[in-house]
């Protein structure tokens, strides 16, 4: 690991520079709690009024913010077999040209990732009217996990901001996968 001795203050402002130059407006990495979860959503929800004096907008993007957020909260595994990786979740929020680009990654069961893969593949496949009516089925079927979903939270998530959403799963180790999420929500 290194240290800022070792990284050296001209690569620290190379950071600074590669973010700014990205338009990133929040980015964490570690640890999730409720009460850290608390605080960025705070800090996220203050940086979103700096950013845009559309009500509307703001509120869409914060309420898919919180899903996100929650999700990598609720749905996060901690690999025990690699203590340098246990504690690797990534929160960012950042403005690309007409959108605010949300990015999460967190560590899953590999034996997860199918059925994860399944059911957003399902909600990306379905139109407006479609989601409606599969999360009003949803709520309906009282279909409610232990971790509080049933995909409720991804179907919100593709609601609220009119967009598909963008996956992936990397190998991770023999029992784990990264799974990275990425959704655009509009500015407009």
Known sequence: MQTLERLGMIEVYDYFNKMNDDNVML???????ADL?????????????????????KKKVFN??????QNVYHHFDKPMDNEEISNSAILMVGKEDDFFVIMTGNFIEKDKVDSLREKIEFINSLDKEQLKHVYREVLNNDQ???KGGAGLGMIDIVRRSGQKIVFDFQPASEKYSYFSLQIRVSVE
Request: charged share 30%.
């Open 64 to 69: 898919v913010l919180v899903e996100c957020f």
């Open 144 to 146: 409610i996990s232990d």
């Open 37 to 57: 979860l608390s605080s960025l959503l705070q800090i996220a929800e203050n940086k979103l009024d700096r950013e845009t004096d559309k009500p509307k907008v």
């Open 27 to 33: 980015a964490f990495k570690g640890g999730i709690t």
